[in-house]
């Protein structure tokens, strides 16, 4: 897609970034403003913090500022605290001397032109000077973002080779930004698409979730991750969006961009996937119970919805939301969860007008009985819920047992 830069020359940069800048060039040391926050300011979007990439040494930079928090040392990076405790990040000039794919060794002292050289695409490859209002643009990343082209900054099969991990980043910013992949950049991505095994899954699993999160369509994204061959080695679970059904493109229906939900909207099993991708316990948990949950009740009679939540518990919304994206709930049966929510009748233990401690106080042996009973109790409740009152139900307990 091609866009319309809105720059007529300046972009906007924070006071607080200025005096920075300035303070950093008073001291005798070229500092340029980089990166995302420039690209994304040149399209127009949402301002995000603006980094600063400057000729200081980090020990210089510390000594500059009364506070300051490194944030990123080893790579050069440090965060400078404003009057406001808002922190703007300073990276020193920097060159990657050697990478194996994964970690950079980096060498500072270079030129801002070196800087610009060692970061991954043209259109993220930009400098900016808001004192002189003066670009560094070495390798056209403007025109790229006119023409919405992603590119890699120079040899394209080097730079992926140096870090794999900017093959998910382009995807990333193709899908975010609607651009295209430039075909000799595409070429490389898809060549050594096969070898991002030995990526961290912790940077991996960081790409997918930001690109789920960012991406204009999630048909895009999925379909360049398919295309380009990284889902055959990180998530194999996954299958083609496809875009057969009412001509509605399948993932661009689904109502929500949490990661969990989203992956399994395309992939099964999920529990896999989050194992895969070292998540934390809650995604872990939350995939787990959309893998083995019945998709959804059995019918939309509220007996068979309050069976169906007692069964699901805490995923009950994560399955209603991928019911909803494949058009399952046409009988109505998420109206009826509402329904059973909003007169808050009983789906688990815990809902029951009665405890153990009142089963233990009616009589009934402490132990595992209490447990059976209150399961039973609770089959009751979830066919009648007018029953769900403390002496129907130690009546009930009391008969039964
Ligand atoms: P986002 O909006 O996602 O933050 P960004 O461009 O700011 O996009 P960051 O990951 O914050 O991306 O990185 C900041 C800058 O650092 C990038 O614009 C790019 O110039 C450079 N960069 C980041 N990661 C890499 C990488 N793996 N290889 C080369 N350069 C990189
Ligand atoms: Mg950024």
């Given at each position: 897609m091609a866009a319309a830069l809105q720059t007529g020359g300046d972009i906007p940069v924070p006071a607080p970034v200025l005096a920075i800048l300035r303070r950093l060039e008073d001291a005798g040391h070229e500092t340029w403003c980089v990166g995302g926050a420039v690209r994304d300011e040149l399209l127009g979007n949402v301002q995000q913090d603006v980094d600063l990439a400057t000729a200081a040494a980090p020990e210089v930079v510390l000594k500059l500022f009364r506070r300051t928090v490194p944030v990123g040392i080893e790579h050069g990076t440090i965060g400078v605290l404003d009057d406001d405790n808002v922190l703007h990040e300073v990276t020193t000039?920097?060159?990657?001397?050697?990478?194996?794919?994964?970690?950079a060794i980096v060498e500072f002292g270079v030129s801002l032109d070196e800087d610009l050289a060692r970061r991954d695409f043209t259109i993220n490859a930009i400098a900016y000077h808001p004192v002189r209002h003066a670009w560094r643009d070495p390798f056209a990343g403007r025109d790229d973002l006119r023409q919405g082209i992603i590119r890699a900054v120079g040899e394209p099969a080097v730079r992926f080779a140096e870090d794999r991990l900017r093959i998910l980043r382009a995807l990333r910013f193709a899908a975010r930004f609607d651009f295209t992949i430039d075909p000799a950049t595409w070429a490389a991505a898809t060549d050594q698409?096969?070898?991002?095994?030995?990526?961290?899954a912790e940077r991996v699993r960081g790409e997918w979730v930001k690109s789920i999160a960012t991406a204009r369509s999630l048909d895009t994204l999925v379909q360049l991750w398919f295309d380009s061959g990284v889902t055959r080695t990180w998530l194999p679970e996954c299958r083609a969006p496809n875009?057969?059904?009412?001509?509605?493109?399948v993932a661009d229906r689904?109502?929500?961009?949490?990661p969990v939900v989203v992956t399994a909207a395309f992939c099964s099993p999920n529990a896999t996937i989050w194992r895969r991708f070292k998540g934390s316990n809650d995604e872990i948990h939350r995939a787990e119970a959309i893998d083995r949950a019945?998709?959804?009740?059995?019918?939309?009679a509220p007996r068979d919805v309050r069976r169906w939540i007692a069964m699901v518990g805490a995923a009950a919304d994560d399955l209603r939301t991928l019911a909803r994206w494949r058009g399952d709930d046409s009988d109505g049966w998420s109206a009826v969860l509402d329904q059973i929510r909003l007169r808050g009748?009983?789906?688990?233990?815990?809902?029951?007008?009665?405890?153990g401690d009142d089963l233990i106080g009616a009589g009934i042996a402490a132990g595992p009985e209490i447990g059976r009973t209150l399961d039973r109790l609770l089959g009751v409740v979830l066919d009648?819920?007018?029953?769900?009152?403390r002496e129907a139900l130690l009546a009930l307990a009391r008969k039964a047992g």
């Open positions: 000039f920097r060159r990657d001397v050697r990478t194996d794919g994964r970690h698409a096969h070898d991002i095994g030995h990526l961290s875009s057969s059904r009412d001509d509605v493109p689904i109502a929500t961009r949490d019945p998709p959804r009740p059995a019918s939309a009748e009983a789906t688990g233990r815990s809902g029951l007008a009665v405890t009648e819920p007018a029953l769900n009152t």
